[in-house]
Every structure is written in C-alpha cells, then in structure tokens.
C-alpha cells in the first residue's frame, strides 16, 4: 500500500518553533502536499513539494527529500491560531488525480 | 483565487428522506471534484471521485446507489445522500482539483455537516 506516516499529536508553546515530520514510499511519487485543517473545519492548502529542498511562505516552510521519501513542514513563531491538524498528502503517478492523504498531526499550542 | 464553495454548511433530516449537497468552484473550472466524509476525530475518507461529463468512481465500500453523485458542468457537482439513515450522519467535504500549478491541488469547500435523526 502507499501508506503516509506522520504523528498523531505534538505540543509545543507559543512563539516556539516545531517541525512535523511525514513520511511516505518513494515509488511513483509525484508531488507531497500539506494542508491545516482546523477542527470542525475543512482543511486549507499550505503547500506543495515536488522538488527537492525547501519551500518557505511567511511563517511556515515545507522541505523534502524525495530518495528518502521524507518531508517536514516547519512552523515558527508560533500562535495559539496555529492550534489545528496538519495533513499530508501525496500525489502517486497513474493515480486519477486522488491524494493519498496521511492521518493528521494534531498539533496542540500551549501559551 | 481557488474557491471553493459548498452548500448546505449544515442539514439536519428524518430518516429515510434524501439531502442534496452542491460543491461549486467559484473562480476556476474544475474537471474533477472529490467527496470526503470525515467522523470526529478521524482522517478524511475519500467518497468518490467526480468527473465532468462521465459518472464518478467510488471507492471501495462505498454505496452507489445510495450516494449519488452528478458533475453537470466544469464548476458544479452535487452529491446526494438517498434515503438518509442516522449512521449517514458526518461531515461532508468536497474538493476541486485545479489544473494550473500547482498542479493536481484540492481546494476543499467548507464542507457540510449533516445529522438524520
């Protein structure tokens, strides 16, 4: 199967910096996405990886590796709205467009 | 840019009548739109893919004849929940796919949230 791991929950404090690791296979990768989602909301894009290295928007920054079939999404400073679900989603050749999407990372901001 | 919009936001019905759901993508044409059911606390589970102009495929477990799922153009596609039973009650997520890059992105709607009573 095309299983995408990342962990379930992190906690981290108020202005604090944390990184939220995904992993997923390698063969016919085509693309990894990560999207917040708050709760009782639907999720919101963040970003894409298809290259190697890191992409950085504002606060938040996204690298991958695609022969270790790795990527993080790195947040700074971060804020109490910050508190949500983060999703990984990969994109698989032949694969009619779906996302294979990971469980969520449920990251939880403390002051 | 990348809307997406998706009505109702929340339905709640009797047993056994049928809700419409309209996922429409506001300022881009979308070939292909998703539906998600997600229960509390748990991942998105991906419904069905909806192709415009041809019927849509459903994932495995996934009721045909009781999800009915209609893409009529390259902005709109509805879903319907046929003879709604209590255990039908979930969010409800549709996404589009946008052709421009990045390419093969979701925007999600802001999904519906249905309870049967």
């Known amino acids: 199967g095309q299983n995408i791991d990342q962990p379930t929950e992190m906690t981290a404090t108020e202005g604090a910096i944390v990184q939220i690791n995904c992993t997923y296979q390698?063969?016919?990768?085509?693309?990894l996405f990560w999207y917040q989602q708050h709760a009782g909301e639907a999720p919101t894009f963040l970003s894409y990886?298809?290259l190697d290295g890191l992409e950085e928007k504002g606060r938040f920054s996204s690298f991958l590796s695609r022969s270790k079939g790795y990527s993080y999404l790195l947040l700074k400073e971060l804020q109490m709205k910050d508190s949500a679900s983060y999703l990984c989603?990969?994109?698989?050749?032949?694969?009619?467009?779906?996302?294979?999407w990971g469980a969520g990372t449920k990251l939880i901001i403390k002051p | 840019g990348a809307v997406v919009s998706q009505h109702p936001s929340r339905v709640i019905c009797k047993s056994g009548t049928s809700v419409k759901i309209e996922c429409r993508s506001l300022?881009?044409?979308?070939?292909?739109m998703f539906w998600y059911r997600q229960f509390p606390k748990q991942s998105l589970m991906l419904m069905a893919t909806?192709?415009?102009?041809?019927?849509?495929?459903?994932e495995q477990g996934v009721e045909k004849d009781k999800f009915l799922i209609n893409h009529a153009s390259l902005t709109l596609s509805t879903l319907t929940v046929t003879s709604a039973h209590p255990e039908d009650s979930s969010f409800y997520i549709c996404?589009?796919?946008?052709?421009?890059?990045?390419?093969?992105?979701?925007?999600f709607g802001p999904g519906t949230r249905l309870t049967v009573l």
């Open positions: 996404s589009a796919r946008t052709s421009s890059y990045p390419t093969d992105t979701q925007y």
């Open positions: 300022d881009f044409q979308a070939t292909t």
């Open positions: 909806s192709n415009e102009g041809s019927k849509a495929t459903y």
């Open positions: 390698t063969s016919g990768f085509n693309g």
């Open positions: 990886n298809v």
């Open positions: 989603a990969v994109r698989y050749m032949d694969s009619n467009y779906q996302l294979i």
